[in-house]
């Protein structure tokens, strides 16, 4: 199994940011997928969720700025962030729910 995430960089305050999460070695269609944001030191926090029924959740924290989507035939997940914060500064991952697969993750910063 392979997950390569993309999409990150440097944004200001208020920015925007689209996030891609391409799958590969599985069947993308049986799994839920979840969107994680991890700080040095601290635990990884789950971001949102897309069910394979496309059924969405966040956390407080990132709902109603955050949407999550995928695309099945391209075998990808992709996580829309708007209206960026400081505290939002994390490296994202994709994680196929109930299993150990991670990809390398995508850093994100924003900063003025």
């Known amino acids: 199994v392979q997950l390569v995430e993309s999409g990150g960089g440097l944004v200001q305050p208020g920015g925007s940011l689209r996030l891609s999460c391409k799958a590969s070695?599985?069947?993308?269609?049986?799994?839920?997928m979840d969107w994680y944001r991890q700080n040095p030191g601290k635990q990884r926090e789950l971001v949102g969720r897309i069910t394979t029924g496309f059924t969405t959740t966040y956390a407080e924290s990132v709902k109603g700025r955050f949407t999550i989507s995928r695309d099945n035939a391209k075998n990808t997940v992709y996580l829309q962030m708007n209206r960026l914060k400081p505290e939002d500064t994390a490296v994202y991952y994709c994680?196929?729910?109930?299993?150990?697969?991670w990809g390398q993750g995508t850093q994100v910063t924003v900063s003025s």
């Open positions: 070695g599985m069947i993308f269609t049986i799994y839920d």
């Open positions: 994680n196929p729910r109930y299993t150990e697969w």
